[in-house]
C-alpha cells in the first residue's frame, strides 16, 4: 500500500523560497504520474505540478510555471516541490499524490482523482 508523507512547508514572506518533500513508501506499481496539489481555504483543490516516472516528463499549473520545480531524489522515494518568488497567493495546505494512470500527468492534469494522497503540509506566504 502506498504512503505520502509530505513536510517542508512553513511561513515566509512574498519573494522567499521553500521545498516540499513528499516521502513515498510501498510501491505497487512500476510507473506512477505523482503530483503536487495544494488547496486554500474555501477553494478546490488544485494542481500544481505533476511527474511522470516512467520518462521524468513535468507539467505545471500557469500560475507557478517558471516558479516552481517538480522532482524526484535518483533513489524513487521522495517527490519534491521548489517553490521560488513566493506570492501570498501561493498559500494554501500543499498535497503530494500518486496514481498509475498515466492520463493525469497529461490530458487530465489537475483532476484530483488519484488513488494515493499524503496528509498535507500548510504554506503560508505573507506580503
Known amino acids: 500500500q502506498e504512503q505520502l508523507v509530505e513536510s517542508g512547508g512553513g511561513s515566509v514572506q512574498a519573494g522567499g523560497s521553500l521545498r516540499l518533500s513528499c516521502a513515498v513508501s510501498?510501491?505497487?506499481?512500476?510507473?506512477?504520474?505523482m503530483g503536487w496539489f495544494r488547496q486554500a481555504p474555501g477553494k478546490e483543490r488544485e494542481g500544481v505540478a505533476t511527474?511522470?516516472?516512467?520518462?521524468?516528463?513535468?507539467s505545471y499549473r500557469d500560475s507557478v510555471e517558471g516558479r516552481f520545480t517538480i522532482s524526484r531524489d535518483n533513489a524513487k522515494t521522495t517527490l519534491y516541490l521548489q517553490m521560488n518568488s513566493l506570492q501570498p497567493e501561493d498559500t494554501a495546505m500543499y498535497y503530494c499524490?500518486?496514481?498509475?494512470?498515466?492520463?493525469?500527468?497529461?490530458?487530465?492534469?489537475?483532476?484530483?482523482?488519484?488513488?494515493?494522497w499524503g496528509q498535507g503540509t500548510q504554506v503560508t506566504v505573507s506580503s
Open positions: 499524490a500518486a496514481d498509475p494512470r498515466r492520463s493525469l500527468c497529461g490530458y487530465y492534469f489537475g483532476r484530483v482523482e488519484y488513488n494515493y
Open positions: 510501498g510501491y505497487t506499481y512500476s510507473t506512477y504520474c
Open positions: 511527474f511522470y516516472t516512467r520518462n521524468g516528463i513535468r
